[in-house]
């Protein structure tokens, strides 16, 4: 029976490329000269540091458009809140990933409530869809693909026939 995984991962290496691109950026340009701001990366979280407030929403804005160039998708970006003290102000921008419970759930009542002879079930970080026709998959692909409910970039791997 043909089946495929519905996962939402993110390329941890086109992530660093991106803050490697952001931080080329910032040391660059004429607005942040002589300020000490630059981006970090722990893990899938990206710690912005810099002096003002008005420069944490430009370095934002850099991150998202270097982010969006390296073809991460920028549903998957969750801003922290800033901590803005005297001549310091910082910012975590976590990336996430993996289909939480709550989405998971979500996503197969939107394949269940479309009718199609489908079935979907939650393994882990994941949500696997069986059917019998490999055409019936594809419709699956093409709804959630085209759906505005989801607010997770979704991956489409480990397609059998």
Same mark, same amino acid.
């Given at each position: ?73 920028? #549903? ?8 803005? /003290? %005297?001549?310091?102000?910082?910012? @975590? +921008?976590? =990336? ?35 059917? #019998? ?8 692909? /093409? %709804?959630?693909?085209?759906?505005? @409910? +989801?607010? =997770? ?9």
């Amino acid at each position: 029976m043909p089946s495929f995984d519905i996962v939402s991962e993110l390329d941890k290496h086109e992530l660093q490329n991106a803050v490697d691109q952001a931080n080329k950026e910032v040391t660059t340009r004429y607005d942040f000269k002589g300020t000490a701001s630059e981006f970090s990366l722990n893990g899938t979280t990206v710690s912005m540091s810099t002096e003002s407030d008005f420069q944490l929403k430009q370095m934002l804005d850099i991150l998202i458009q270097k982010a969006n160039r390296r073809g991460i998708d920028v #549903k998957c970006i969750e801003e922290k809140d800033p901590t803005i /003290q %005297l001549k310091s102000a910082k910012q @975590d +921008i976590v =990336m996430r990933e993996g289909l939480d419970t709550p989405l998971a759930k979500k996503v197969v009542k939107l394949i269940k409530d479309s009718k199609l002879k489908v079935q979907a079930q939650i393994q882990g970080e994941s949500v696997r869809v069986t059917g #019998k026709k490999r055409d019936d998959l594809q419709a699956v692909m /093409q %709804l959630l693909r085209g759906s505005e @409910d +989801i607010e =997770m970039p979704l991956q489409f791997n480990n397609f059998r026939d």
